[in-house]
């Protein structure tokens, strides 16, 4: 009996713990898609939060600019206007994807007055444009474009004490910018890559890429 009442009492307490965190739904939405696809195409109902992807470091490395190559007030403008059909709706800006040069994260991550420069100017960016948040794609620390003798073996801590400056920024920001990050999902390369601890601390949360587990190029159809 006593261990019948404690198994419920778990589950009770498991049940509220699930219950007070919000799933998640975060839907990518790239500033080059084919196909002439519009913001205003999104179905928000799906989606709590949406990424616009993608943004990418200036040339000195010290803040971001829109990949279409000037800043497009007229998309973001279109885009936050989605949160009149979901109110909840957070819009947040994408840093990097596939086709950023690793170097260029490197040699922020690396760099205690580059990572200061490009957290003092990223913000007022953000709160131009009325993101709610920033998001960073590095493929990936180390592991350059899955190279894992490409990168420097520095990336993994100091990404880690990147985001956390970057998370001690936003939380003296009135409203509060979110910081979160895209990696990698397989551990042969995570486990070189990401410090868990570190970015487990710092980031609000984590969208891992399952998608590369079954990759265009397969023969079979997998799960992700």
Not at 113 to 134: E, M, T, W
Not at 162 to 171: D, G, L, S, T
Not at 188 to 196: L, P
């Amino acid at each position: 009996m006593r261990l019948q009442a404690l198994s419920i009492l778990v589950a009770i307490q498991l049940h509220g713990i699930w219950c007070a965190t919000k799933p998640r739904v975060i839907c990518y939405w790239a500033n080059n898609l084919p196909g002439g696809s519009q913001p205003e195409d999104i179905d928000v109902t799906l989606c709590t939060h949406i990424h616009y992807a993608f943004h990418v470091m200036d040339a000195e490395n010290t803040t971001i600019v829109d990949g279409r190559g000037s800043p497009q007030p007229d998309t973001y403008n279109r885009l936050l206007a989605l949160k009149q059909r979901n109110p909840d709706l957070q819009v947040v800006v994408s840093v990097g994807g596939w086709g950023h040069p690793d170097i260029k994260f490197s040699r922020v991550v690396n760099s205690a007055d580059l990572r200061r420069k490009f957290i003092a100017n990223v913000i007022p960016y953000i709160q131009k444009y009325k993101f709610d948040g920033l998001d960073l794609d590095w493929e990936y620390p180390v592991c350059w474009t899955g190279n894992c003798t490409a990168g420097p073996k520095s990336d993994r801590p100091n990404f880690g004490i990147f985001v956390k400056e970057i998370r001690e920024a936003f939380n003296r920001l009135t409203p509060r910018l979110t910081i979160s990050a895209a990696v990698v999902a397989g551990y042969e390369i995570a486990d070189i890559a990401m410090d868990y601890k570190a970015i487990g601390e710092a980031l609000d949360y984590v969208n891992i890429m399952t998608y590369d587990l079954a990759p265009v190029t397969a023969l079979k159809t997998a799960h992700h």
